[in-house]
Nanobody
Framework: QVQLVESGGGLVQAGGSLRLSCAAS??????MGWFRQAPGKEREFVAVISWNGGSAHYADSVKGRFTISRDNAKNTVYLQMNSLNPEDTAVYYCAADPTYVEYEKPFYDYWGQGTQVTVSS
């Protein structure tokens, strides 16, 4: 069982930045992803990173603005979000999965509770 705890969400003005963190229990050799869900919308893929950090992929909507990284010594994955806009407002979820296939689909084995990100215009 892997437990994931997100932190770092909050309220920020458009154009600002936030860094989300996701702390994982144990030392899982899992791919780690970030998803987000806005009110009335489906959960959507944001970014994913392989267990060794050697590979990462992003949704087109965040490419060039968001950066995913991980520190396996701290069992933590990060999502640096720059140039935020109101369309980025959502609950952001961290997820973990032992595989690195179909990473854009929300079929990960483990999920955190989510952290709210609100971007004001």
């Amino acid at each position: 069982q892997v437990q994931l705890v997100e932190s770092g969400g909050g309220l920020v003005q458009a154009g600002g930045s936030l860094r989300l963190s996701c702390a994982a229990s144990g030392r899982p050799r899992y791919a780690m992803g970030w998803f987000r869900q806005a009110p009335g919308k489906e959960r959507e893929f944001v970014a994913v990173i392989s267990w060794n950090g050697g590979s990462a992929h992003y949704a087109d909507s965040v490419k060039g603005r968001f950066t995913i990284s991980r520190d396996n010594a701290k069992n933590t994955v990060y999502l640096q979000m720059n140039s935020l806009n109101p369309e980025d407002t959502a609950v952001y979820y961290c997820a973990a999965d032992p595989t690195y296939v179909e990473y854009e689909k929300p079929f990960y084995d483990y999920w955190g509770q989510g952290t709210q990100v609100t971007v004001s215009s």
